[in-house]
């Protein structure tokens, strides 16, 4: 029995439809169990560094608080451009630091905020207990700082200085200020 090419596209292209409708009718579920985003951004970060963020988002999920990494590693015009903000563009400031004066500029940074229904929670309040669970980790947690609190914001420099960090990559030709 001989089958006819069309018959076979025919039948690929009704399978193709048939996946893709079902994707798009799942598409909130799929996004709700699969961040590619944040795990895009744990790549970017120093190799310790990522394990305790990854920790960090077990803890939280173990609590029933569904955390995504929504900025890690910065390159100096990222940097700069949020530097920028609130001072010669438009927005309000979200950060002192420019280039080569961020730890996101030395990939020991990420920011975190937590979704639920595939929404960030920018005002919520879980953040002290997210706080406590990065403090638990050995991170340092930006809700603490004095200047801008910044709770989204958890780091490690292990025992370095951004100084030290800023003349490390200069010296390595890794940043590029």
Same mark, same amino acid.
């Given at each position: ?5 069309? !018959?076979?596209?025919?039948?690929? #292209?009704? *399978?193709?439809?048939?996946? $893709?409708? $079902?994707?798009?009718?799942?598409? %909130?579920?799929? !996004? ?14 120093? +190799?310790?560094? %990522? ?19 929504? *900025?890690?590693?910065?390159? @100096? ?5 949020? !530097? #920028?903000?609130?001072?010669?563009? +438009? $927005? ?6 420019? @280039?080569?004066? *961020? &730890?996101?500029? !030395? ?12 929404? +960030?929670?920018?005002?919520? &309040? ?7 669970? $990065? ?16 709770? +989204? ?25």
């Amino acid at each position: 029995m001989e089958i006819k090419k069309k !018959y076979v596209y025919i039948g690929v #292209a009704a *399978s193709v439809v048939a996946i $893709g409708v $079902g994707i798009y009718f799942s598409r %909130r579920k799929i !996004y709700e169990h699969f961040d590619y985003k944040t795990d895009l951004l744990l790549l970017s970060l120093e +190799p310790k560094f %990522r394990k305790k963020i990854k920790q960090l988002l077990s803890r939280a999920r173990d609590k029933g608080i569904e955390l995504r990494v929504i *900025s890690a590693h910065r390159d @100096c015009a990222e940097q700069n451009k949020l !530097y #920028a903000k609130g001072r010669t563009a +438009p $927005g309000k400031i979200v950060t002192n630091a420019r @280039c080569g004066k *961020s &730890s996101h500029n !030395y990939k020991r940074a990420v920011d975190v905020v937590e979704f639920k229904n595939g929404k +960030p929670l920018w005002k919520n &309040s879980n953040w002290d207990k997210i706080g406590l669970m $990065g403090e638990a980790l050995g991170l340092e947690w930006g809700g603490r700082w004095k200047s801008i609190k910044d709770k +989204p914001h958890f780091q490690n420099l292990r025992g370095k200085t951004i100084a030290s960090l800023y003349r490390e990559y200069q010296r390595t030709g890794k940043l590029a200020a």
